[in-house]
Antibody, heavy 123, light 114 residues
């Protein structure tokens, strides 16, 4: 079955950096666009970034543009999110999620989701 | 960006009764060429990631109980739980994928037992 396992979360000071990973299994990773979606404590869902199946195109939410970079290694079935210049308001659980449409080039819906990894930005 | 607005923020329903959640988009998410509404619904139980319930506004995912149904078109949508069960306690989100990026979510509706 499809499995997505995030890692790399933790506590970081404002202005710091963190790299999240998402290990994928149970499907052909290289066919699928992938997303990062976050959820601040007690708040709703916010789409963060999308990467095309082949990594050739990437989209970002305005709130993270220029600070976060999404990437993937199809040989390792792994998705990444490099987060730089972190702010207190970036504190959230970060989920990776699969786009359901093979070879899709822009975001659709999200299915399934990983369990998430918590990023806390605090001094 | 398309803004998604859900109502109510929360509702309490007796076991076996109907729960109705509304979702309104700031512009139509109906693609006329294929007559499809680009809207999904998710369920998030406490401490768990969201789970996809419905895509294309009314297409239930495999394994989702048939007491869950989605309806609506254009800008106004509804998620209905026909007979609330204890395991349905959760927060429910709508999401549009008509005009992305960004994909945008409603603020969520918390469903509790009365």
């Amino acid at each position: 079955q499809v499995q997505l396992v995030e890692s790399g979360g933790g506590v970081v000071q404002p202005g710091g950096s963190l790299r999240l990973s998402c290990a994928a299994s149970g499907f052909t990773f290289s066919r699928c666009g992938m997303h990062w979606v976050r959820q601040a404590p007690g708040k709703g869902l916010e789409w963060v970034a999308f990467i095309r199946f082949d990594g050739s195109n990437k989209f970002y939410a305005d709130s993270v543009k220029g600070r976060f970079t999404i990437s993937r290694d199809n040989s390792k079935n792994t998705l990444y999110l490099q987060m730089n210049s972190l702010r207190v308001e970036d504190t959230a659980v970060y989920y990776c999620a699969k786009d359901p449409v093979d070879y899709n080039t822009s975001p659709n819906w999200f299915d399934p989701w990983g369990q998430g990894t918590l990023v806390t930005v605090s001094s | 960006d398309i803004v998604m607005t859900q109502s109510p923020d929360s509702l309490a329903v007796s076991l076996g009764e109907r729960a109705t959640i509304n979702c309104k988009s700031s512009q139509s998410v109906l693609y006329r060429s294929n007559n499809k509404n680009y809207l999904a619904w998710y369920q998030q139980k406490p401490g768990q990631p969201p789970k996809l319930l419905i895509s294309w506004a009314s297409t239930r995912e495999s394994g989702v109980p048939d007491r869950f149904s989605g309806s609506g078109s254009g800008t106004d949508f509804t998620l209905t739980i026909s007979s609330l069960q204890a395991e349905d306690v959760a927060v429910y989100y709508c999401q549009q994928y008509y005009n992305t990026p960004p994909a945008t979510f409603g603020g969520g509706t918390k469903v509790e037992i009365k």
